[in-house]
């Protein structure tokens, strides 16, 4: 199972969600790959307590290497670092992802992520890829290679702005180049429940027929704390109502995905 979580709006929560999304499903015991495709890294440092500047070895070095003829070429399993927590791995972004992608856009290695992920199928349960704030080369290269995307929103006007811009893009790549692509659903974030605004803004996109999914996400100084320990929240403070959350959420997405597989099987 793999899912590409996207916004083109920046602070939507894009990174912690996925993140802690692959965390809660490490912890049940799946083997999960987070793929950071933004280049900031913020999900590469959240994982790794680490820049990914640091690191050598990063999906740029995959990209980088299909531009370029080699002989020893690294399979992309070897691009994938281990983190501090079981049953959760992680294929590193790098800021060379900025550079590389004029080059790859023009040579149109679009298909290529699709392929190098197809290989890895095998050995993990689910895959979380996070994806830049633009519907970049990677975004699309990424939503070409899923079926499932999931959307952050962070209740107010320009996340809604945003949002129907992704389901248009989203539907015109279906399209073109993936036609099993779908909208999983929709991910409430940095929810207030005694806030007027954000439950009239939910009720009103839930009645126009958007998926947004029942459990949401409110907002906590834990997230924040759980950034600078890097350690997912879920982890760092397993016993909070935030980590609960995403338990709930997991859950489910993860039953919601299991009767589509078997209907689907009828």
Do not use: W
């Not at 990209?63 to 590193?92: E, G, H």
């Not at 080369?137 to 499932?148: G, N, P, Q, V, W």
Request: charge should be negative.
């Amino acid at each position: 199972m793999l899912r590409v979580i996207f916004n083109r709006k920046g602070g939507v929560g894009k990174s912690s969600i996925t993140c802690n999304l692959a965390a809660v499903s490490a912890q049940q015991g799946q083997r999960t790959l987070v793929v950071d495709l933004d280049p900031q890294g913020n999900s590469t440092h959240y994982l790794l307590g680490k820049p990914s500047a640091d690191l050598r070895d990063t999906i740029a070095t995959f990209f980088d290497q299909t531009l370029n003829f080699s002989f020893d070429k690294k399979q992309i399993a070897d691009l994938v670092y281990k983190t501090p927590f079981s049953n959760l791995d992680l294929l590193p972004s790098s800021p060379l992802l900025g550079d590389l992608e004029h080059k790859l856009e023009s040579r149109y290695k679009i298909y290529k992520l699709r392929d190098a992920l197809e290989s890895l199928s095998g050995s993990y349960d689910r895959i979380f890829i996070d994806t830049p704030p633009a519907l970049n080369f990677y975004t699309r290269s990424a939503l070409i290679a899923t079926d499932s995307c999931l959307i952050p929103f962070d209740c107010d006007a320009f996340s809604v702005e945003a949002m129907y811009f992704i389901m248009e893009a989203i539907q015109e790549i279906k399209e073109d180049h993936n036609q099993k692509l779908h909208i999983e659903g929709i991910i409430a974030n940095h929810y207030h429940a005694q806030a007027r605004h954000p439950r009239a803004l939910i009720a009103s996109l839930i009645e126009e027929g958007l998926p947004i999914l029942p459990v949401y996400l409110t907002t906590s100084v834990k997230m924040r704390e759980s950034h600078q320990l890097c350690k997912p929240v879920v982890y760092a403070f397993p016993n909070h109502k935030l980590s609960k959350l995403f338990g709930e959420l997991y859950q489910v997405l993860d039953t919601s995905k299991q009767a589509l597989t078997e209907l689907e099987s009828y």
